[in-house]
Structure formats: C-alpha cells, structure tokens
C-alpha cells in the first residue's frame, strides 16, 4: 500500500476515445501532481494542483484536462489522443510546504493509444 | 529551464562491487532527491538532501549532496541484486517544491549475481 492509487493500472484506447484516470491518496497531502513518463525523456511534469487549485500546466495540450475536486482525488480526462501519447502516467502527491522533502507516487497507468 | 543530467545511463555490474552515479546541473536547487523505481511501478523516495555539502547514508547507499547545490551523487557498496532498478535524481526548484519537480532520464542499474 504506498498510499497513493491509480486506476486502471493499463488502459488501451483508440485515438476517438474518452476516458479518465483516476488518482486517489490516503496520506492527507493538500498538493497532488501528474507527470508523465515516456522512454528516454525525464519524468514531465503536468499539472500542479495546491489545495485543490491548479497552479500549474506546462503547456499540455488540451486533449489532457485534470480535475481536482477536493484534496484526495485527482483525475485526468482524455480524449482524441494521439500515438505518442502512450505512455506512463504517475500521480504523486505531498504536503504543499513539505513538497521539497519528497513526493509520494502512484504505481501508475500504462497507457497505450491505438 | 533547469536540466539534471544523470550519469551514467546504464550500468551493469557483478554482485559485490561498488558503483557511484551521478546527478549534475549548472542550476541551484533548494534540495534534491532520489528515487528507486522498478518494472510498472512508481518511484519510490530513497532520501532528500537539502544543505550544500550534506551526506547521507542509507544501509549500503550513500548520498552527497555538492557544497553549491548543484549537484549530487549516490554511492552504492558491495551492490546486491536487490538494488537493480531505475535511479532517478530529481530537484526542487523553492523549498516546498509544490511547484513541481525537475528529474533526470535516470540511471538503469543491473546488478548481475
């Protein structure tokens, strides 16, 4: 139990389909983040959400829209994806002014876009 | 944009040995860490440091921290098999680092019985 859990673990969709990711903690963290992890590259941070506000979104493309309704849970809407963006998708969270001590990921969801 | 540049990229080495892996940026972060992750699972934190020049040791892994906060490194004696995985160094840019962090591509270690 790492205190942090995301559902679907794999998830295949076609390029016309909708679906969300979903990212719940157990840890009473008041920030929650979602980094994507694809071959080769750095972990790219996402989206920031402090206290259920989004404070920030490193140019992702509007097909990702994340949803935050209250401290616990996070969600990644999809939809019209494209090939590359098959890939890990991490949720991490951490307490908004302890963040710099570490944060607390996901197993994360595998997905692939066909 | 602040980079983290990890070296080496792979490594693979005999039970026993010890091996250093690097974690390098001309950026200053206000603490860096370091995570381990295996095959379809999240990184796990292994330490943070956060004061220039600061070492610490976890059983066999120690990790060093440069005086200039620029850098750091992460010493692995007498590897197990166990230690095999994904090394990631990751930065923070303000203390309380809500603000997201800045990894590096990471180290794959393979550490051979």
């Known amino acids: 139990e790492t205190g942090v859990t995301q559902t679907p673990r794999h998830l295949v969709m076609g390029m016309t389909n909708k679906k969300s990711l979903k990212c719940e903690q157990h840890?009473?963290?008041?920030?929650m983040y979602w980094y994507k992890q694809s071959a080769k590259k750095p972990l790219e941070l996402m989206f920031v959400?402090?206290?259920?506000?989004?404070?920030e979104n490193n140019s992702v493309p509007s097909r990702f829209s994340p949803e935050c309704p209250n401290s616990s849970h996070l969600f990644l809407h999809l939809h019209t994806l494209q090939p590359e963006d098959s890939a890990l998708y991490l949720c991490a969270s951490s307490q908004e002014d302890r963040g710099g001590y570490g944060y607390t990921f996901g197993s994360g969801t595998r997905l692939t876009v066909v | 944009t602040q980079l983290l540049e990890q070296s080496p990229q792979f490594l693979s080495i005999q039970e026993g040995e010890n091996l250093t892996v690097y974690c390098n940026s001309s950026?200053?972060?206000?603490?860096l860490q370091w995570y381990r992750q295996e095959p379809g699972e999240g990184p796990v934190l292994l330490v943070t440091v956060v004061t220039g020049g600061e070492v610490k040791k976890l059983k066999r892994l120690t990790f060093q921290f440069g005086d200039a906060r620029k850098d750091s490194s992460l010493h692995i004696t007498a590897a197990q098999t166990g230690d095999t995985g994904l090394y990631l160094c990751?930065?923070?840019?303000?203390?309380?680092?809500?603000?997201?962090?800045?990894f590096g591509k990471g180290t794959h270690l393979i550490i051979q019985p």
């Open positions: 840890l009473g963290h008041n920030a």
């Open positions: 959400y402090n206290f259920k506000e989004q404070t």
């Open positions: 950026s200053v972060f206000s603490s």
């Open positions: 990751a930065g923070a840019r303000s203390g309380g680092g809500a603000d997201g962090l800045t």
